[in-house]
């Protein structure tokens, strides 16, 4: 999963088994890989919608170039049960690079290029001419 610019699409499906009672409402809940606690995303925009299955979390404020962990949980009368962890990276793609420069001695071209001034958060991995 990768999360670009400010926003990422998250989405699940209703639990197999509601246990008896059904899911009165979902929770969304953020947090970056190395940290302990889970920060509970939009409560007033999730919470008591038992008829959400997608959500948009604005990422604006999170740094670039992170690796975040999101989970979601179904909620019923008797309690509430979560879903496993998703990781995505945080990125945003890399800012233009300057123009190529030709170098030409007759035999042998030569094109030359600096790096984009911005990677967007993750690193470059190729060019193409």
């Not at 992170?66 to 990781?87: F, I, M, P, R």
């Not at 001695?105 to 030569?110: A, P, V």
């Amino acid at each position: 999963m990768l999360g670009l610019q400010s926003r990422i699409a998250v989405s699940w499906s209703a639990p197999l088994s509601d246990g008896g009672c059904p899911v009165t409402s979902y929770h969304l809940y953020l947090r970056s890989i190395g940290e302990e606690s889970w920060l509970e995303i939009d409560a007033d925009q999730v919470n008591d919608r038992a008829y959400l299955r997608d959500y948009k979390i604005d990422m604006s404020s999170y740094s670039h170039g992170l690796n975040y962990q999101v989970k979601v949980s179904a909620d019923n009368v008797v309690g509430s049960t979560e879903s496993d962890t998703k990781v995505f990276l945080l990125a945003d793609v890399p800012s233009k690079p300057a123009p190529p420069t030709r170098l030409s001695n007759g035999e042998k071209l030569t094109i030359l290029m600096s790096e984009p001034e911005s990677d967007g958060g993750s690193q470059i991995i190729g060019y193409e001419l």
